[in-house]
């Protein structure tokens, strides 16, 4: 069953988070990200579902209307927590310093689209059995109302082959430094056009 999901599955949701996908937020502790996914679901205009059987989380898809105020919230009520845990993670991994960095001197590619998919990830036990498929499909059901969402995605990422088969296209390739990555974008609309008139034909 796929369903929107609520505080108690957060942690099951930060244990996924940790084991499987490759982010900054990935080197925090297992409660911070356990908080940050809390501060996310209070939000307003974001998305949070999981499939669970039997209790137990197989995997997630999170999105949001606005991926720049992604910290605003959970900044704003944890100042000291959240500055503490992030000088400490930096400390463990100095190569994060030279991403910040590298994304502060260089002139980077701002999208005008700020709905986002920002993170997905499957049991590592239970990948390529079409679970990602149906959170994904899930997903854009819910945001069916809107044309487009964009998501980010490191090019060594094996989730790139992922995402070009549903669908989505590339919409920038970030390329500096220390960072190489694609923005990529889906319009909804256009393939359920694309379904109906492959059916038709
Ligand atoms: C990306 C991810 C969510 C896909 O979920 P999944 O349940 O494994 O995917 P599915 O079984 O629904 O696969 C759907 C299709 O994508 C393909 N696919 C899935 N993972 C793939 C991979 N790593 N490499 C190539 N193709 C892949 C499948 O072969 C399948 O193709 P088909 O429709 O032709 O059979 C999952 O692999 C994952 O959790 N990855 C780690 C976390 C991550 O990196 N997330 C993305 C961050 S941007």
Redesign the pocket.
């Known amino acids: 069953m796929i369903k929107e999901l609520s505080e108690k599955d957060l942690f099951q949701v930060a244990k996924i988070h940790k084991e499987?996908?490759?982010s900054f937020l990935t080197e925090y502790p297992l409660s911070f990200i356990e908080k940050f996914y809390y501060f996310q679901i209070k939000r307003e205009n974001q998305l949070l579902l999981g499939k669970i059987e039997n209790g137990k989380l197989l995997?997630f898809v999170f999105g949001t209307d606005n991926v720049e105020k992604l910290y605003d919230n959970f900044i704003s009520e944890n100042k000291s927590y959240f500055y503490m845990n992030t000088f400490k993670t930096l400390l463990f991994h100095p190569k994060y310093f030279l991403l910040f960095a590298a994304k502060f001197f260089s002139k980077s590619f701002v999208s005008e689209c700020k709905r986002q998919l920002v993170?997905?990830?499957?049991d590592?036990n239970?990948?390529?059995?079409?679970?990602?498929?149906?959170?994904l499909q899930a997903f854009e059901e819910k945001w069916k109302g809107l044309n487009y969402y964009e998501?980010?995605?490191?090019s060594k990422?094996?989730?790139f082959?992922?995402y070009l088969?549903?669908g989505f296209y590339i919409v920038h390739q970030y390329n500096n430094w220390v960072e190489k990555k694609y923005l990529l974008g889906k319009y909804l609309h256009l393939l359920i056009i694309f379904t109906i008139c492959n059916g038709i034909g």
């Open positions: 499987n996908l490759p995997g993170y997905i990830a499957v590592q239970l990948k390529t059995k079409g679970i990602g498929s149906e959170l998501l980010e995605v490191e990422n094996k989730a082959d992922f088969k549903k």
